[in-house]
Every structure is written in structure tokens, then in C-alpha cells.
Nanobody, 128 residues
Framework: HVQLVESGGGLVQAGGPLRLSCAASGRTLTSYAMGWFRRAPGKDREFVAAIRWSGDRTYYADSVKGRFTISRDNAKTTVYLQMNSLKPEDTAVYYC?????????????????????WGQGTQVTVSS
């Protein structure tokens, strides 16, 4: 079983930065991709960013491009989300996810079904 623990959430003023971390542990640490999703009050969970371990390819939602950066550590057990120029509409619970099976044809980084394990989430609140 894989455990994911997010940290780094909190309250920040609009325009400020925040850095989220997601630490993976458990029976297997063979991550093929990790991603961040978020759920704002009254809305569905939406894709934010993802990174593939092979080649470090990254993916971003249009709403965060140029403001957010996803990265990972060399041990491949922690993924980060650097969030800059935060806006009130970025307020949400942010969830980390990991895919522990090889990526197959047809896999998409932007959908929840592309991942098998999820963290409990960390709250990010951006005040105006």
C-alpha cells in the first residue's frame, strides 16, 4: 500500500507564493507519474499539474501555466508544487496523486483515473 502525505498548505494573500510538498511512502515507491489536483468549494476535482518520472515531462492546466511549477526530488519520493502569483480562485483543497503502474498508451495526466493512489489533501486559501 502506498501512502501520500501533502503539506505546505495554508493562508496566503493574493499575489503571494506557497509551496506544496507530497511525500510518498509504503510498500512500493515505483512512481511513474505524480500529479496535483484541486477541489474548490462546490466544484469538481480538477487537474492542476503532473510530472512523469521518465524524461521529467510536465503537464499544467491552462489556469496555472506560468504561475505554478511541479518538480520532484532525485530520490523520486517527493513531488513539489511551487505556486506563485496566487489568486483567490486558486483557493481549494489540493490533492497529490501517484501512478504506480507503467504508463500505457492512452494514459492522460489530466484525469483522475490516470492515478491509483491519493493523499488526504491540504487546504490552500488565498485572500484578496
Amino acid at each position: 500500500h502506498v501512502q501520500l502525505v501533502e503539506s505546505g498548505g495554508g493562508l496566503v494573500q493574493a499575489g503571494g507564493p506557497l509551496r506544496l510538498s507530497c511525500a510518498a511512502s509504503g510498500r512500493t515507491l515505483t512512481s511513474y507519474a505524480m500529479g496535483w489536483f484541486r477541489r474548490a468549494p462546490g466544484k469538481d476535482r480538477e487537474f492542476v499539474a503532473a510530472i512523469r518520472w521518465s524524461g521529467d515531462r510536465t503537464y499544467y492546466a491552462d489556469s496555472v501555466k506560468g504561475r505554478f511549477t511541479i518538480s520532484r526530488d532525485n530520490a523520486k519520493t517527493t513531488v513539489y508544487l511551487q505556486m506563485n502569483s496566487l489568486k483567490p480562485e486558486d483557493t481549494a483543497v489540493y490533492y497529490c496523486a501517484t501512478r504506480q503502474t507503467p504508463i500505457s498508451v492512452g494514459w492522460t495526466a489530466t484525469t483522475t483515473r490516470g492515478y491509483g493512489y491519493w493523499g488526504q489533501g491540504t487546504q490552500v486559501t488565498v485572500s484578496s
